[in-house]
């Protein structure tokens, strides 16, 4: 069964970090692009970072650039979000999703294959 788990969620204060990871079944992660997606209460999802599958490169938007990275553990099939110095803006459920051999670029809400049921993460002021 394809399946895609996020995990690492929970409630931090202001400043603090937290890594996110999502743990794929049924597929190879290193096949495909790898994006991270936020939806705070009552907003839409938007896009956090993206892991292109043929090399290294990686996007962010500038909300989070210099905060967050995105990290690929081929071996555990793994894709981690580490985050830092986090703000009460960052509360959020997070996701994480696949598309397949995707790059920097493909990542987008409409485009991916495979979504997580995501995993909340509050941030307290």
């Known amino acids: 069964q394809v399946q895609l788990v996020e995990s690492g969620g929970g409630l931090v204060q202001s400043g603090g970090s937290l890594i996110l990871s999502c743990a794929a079944s049924g597929f190879r992660l290193d096949d495909y692009a790898i994006g991270w997606f936020r939806q705070a209460p009552g907003q839409g999802r938007e896009g956090l970072s993206c892991?292109?599958?043929?090399?290294?490169?990686?996007w962010y938007p500038d909300s989070v650039k210099g905060r967050f990275t995105i990290f690929r553990d081929n071996a555990k099939n793994t894709v981690d979000l580490r985050m830092n110095n986090l703000k009460p803006d960052d509360t959020a459920v997070y996701y994480c999703a696949a598309v397949r051999r995707g790059s920097w670029y493909s990542c987008s809400l409409n485009g991916m294959d495979y979504w997580g049921k995501g995993t909340l993460v509050t941030v307290s002021s």
């Open positions: 892991s292109s599958s043929r090399d290294n490169s990686t």
